[in-house]
């Protein structure tokens, strides 16, 4: 049974940083490409960051230079660091786990809230 547990979102001011975890089992990890998706009340998910098995990674032009996608493959997590964050970049963010062939596996999601 594939489970992706995220944890690290809450409530930062604008300009401020978080740090996102996403712990996955049941998965070799390693061979699987890792993204970040987020929802805004009313918005379609959308990809946030993604690194491949061989650690490409790709990033939403809304956050390149504001975040940093990395995976440790020895502990099945993967990382998404986020800095100067805005009040538009509130939303759910989910963990996502694909691999060719099989169907995507999502998180539960967490809750980051950029405000004042």
């Known amino acids: 049974q594939v489970q992706l547990v995220e944890s690290g979102g809450g409530l930062v001011q604008p300009g401020g940083s978080l740090r996102l975890s996403c712990a996955a089992s049941?998965?070799?990890?390693?061979?699987?490409?890792m993204g970040w998706y987020r929802q805004a009340p009313g918005k379609q998910r959308e990809l946030v960051a993604a690194?491949?098995?061989?650690?490409?990674?790709i990033y939403a032009d809304s956050m390149k230079g504001r975040c940093t996608i990395s995976r440790n493959n020895a502990e099945n997590t993967v990382y998404l660091e986020m800095n100067s964050l805005k009040p538009e970049n509130t939303a759910v963010y989910y963990c996502?786990?694909?691999?060719?062939?099989?169907?995507?596996?999502w998180g539960q999601g967490t809750q980051v809230t950029v405000s004042s």
């Open positions: 996502n786990a694909k691999i060719r062939g099989s169907l995507d596996n």
């Open positions: 690194i491949t098995s061989g650690g490409s990674t």
């Open positions: 049941g998965i070799i990890f390693r061979f699987y490409t």
